[in-house]
Antibody, heavy 118, light 107 residues
Framework: EVQLVESGGGLAQPGGSLRLSCAASGFTFSTYEMNWVRQAPGKGLEWVSYMSSTGNTIHYADSVKGRFTISRDNAKNSLYLQMNSLRVEDTAVYYC???????????WGQGTLVTVSS | DIQMTQSPSTLSASVGDRVTITCRASQSISIGLAWYQQKPGKAPNLLIYKASSLESGVPSRFSGSGSGTEFTLTISSLQPDDFATYYC?????????FGQGTKVEIK
C-alpha cells in the first residue's frame, strides 16, 4: 500500500524557517517524481514544488521561488521542503504528492500544518 | 502562469441529479487536465486525468471531457458520498495551477 506521511509542521515566526519531511513507503520511491502542494485554511489548492525521480529537475511556484528548497534522499525514501524567510501567507497545510506518467498528483499524504505568526 | 477558472463556485443539487462543473483555461492546455475531489479535513483524491481518463477505483458515474481551454466534469447521478469540493488542475506547463474549486452542496 502506498503511504506518504508528512511531518515537521508547526508554528514559526515571520522570517523564520521550517523543514518539512515526507516519508514514503509501499513503492519504489527512487523511480517516482514528487511534489509539494499546499492549502491555506479555508482556501484552495496551490502547487508549490516538483522534483524529478533523480533530483535533476526541479520547479517552484513563483510565490516560493528563492525561499523554499525541495530535496530528496532516495536511500531514505524521503522528500523534504526547506522553507526559509517564512511569511504569514505561507500558513497552510502542506501535502506531499506522488506523480506518475500523465498523472500529476496520484497519491497524497495526510498533510502537515504550518502556521506562520508572531 | 495559466489561470484556471471553475464555474459555478457553489452548486446545490439533490441525490440522483446530473451535475456538471466547468473549468476554463486562460490558454490552451491540450488535455493536460486533472480533476480532484476533496472532503473537509482530508487530502484531495484524484478522479480524472488527461481530461477524460478515469482513475482506477473511481466510480463510473464520474466522467471528464474537453480539450484546449474548456473542460467539464460530470457526475451522472449524484450520490450522498459525492457532496464535496471539486478542483480542476492543469499540468500542461509549469507552474501547475488549480481552479478555485466548486463546492457541491445538498439541496
Amino acid at each position: 500500500e502506498v503511504q506518504l506521511v508528512e511531518s515537521g509542521g508547526g508554528l514559526a515566526q515571520p522570517g523564520g524557517s521550517l523543514r518539512l519531511s515526507c516519508a514514503a513507503s509501499g513503492f519504489t520511491f527512487s523511480t517516482y517524481e514528487m511534489n509539494w502542494v499546499r492549502q491555506a485554511p479555508g482556501k484552495g489548492l496551490e502547487w508549490v514544488s516538483y522534483m524529478s525521480s533523480t533530483g535533476n529537475t526541479i520547479h517552484y511556484a513563483d510565490s516560493v521561488k528563492g525561499r523554499f528548497t525541495i530535496s530528496r534522499d532516495n536511500a531514505k525514501n524521503s522528500l523534504y521542503l526547506q522553507m526559509n524567510s517564512l511569511r504569514v501567507e505561507d500558513t497552510a497545510v502542506y501535502y506531499c504528492a506522488r506523480t506518475r506518467a500523465f498523472v500529476p498528483f496520484e497519491y497524497w499524504g495526510q498533510g502537515t500544518l504550518v502556521t506562520v505568526s508572531s | 502562469d495559466i489561470q484556471m477558472t471553475q464555474s459555478p463556485s457553489t452548486l446545490s443539487a439533490s441525490v440522483g441529479d446530473r451535475v456538471t462543473i466547468t473549468c476554463r483555461a486562460s490558454q490552451s492546455i491540450s488535455i493536460g487536465l486533472a480533476w480532484y475531489q476533496q472532503k473537509p479535513g482530508k487530502a484531495p483524491n484524484l478522479l480524472i486525468y488527461k481530461a477524460s481518463s478515469l482513475e482506477s477505483g473511481v466510480p463510473s458515474r464520474f466522467s471528464g471531457s474537453g480539450s484546449g481551454t474548456e473542460f467539464t466534469l460530470t457526475i451522472s447521478s449524484l450520490q450522498p458520498d459525492d457532496f464535496a469540493t471539486y478542483y480542476c488542475q492543469q499540468y500542461n506547463s509549469y507552474s501547475w495551477t488549480f481552479g478555485q474549486g466548486t463546492k457541491v452542496e445538498i439541496k
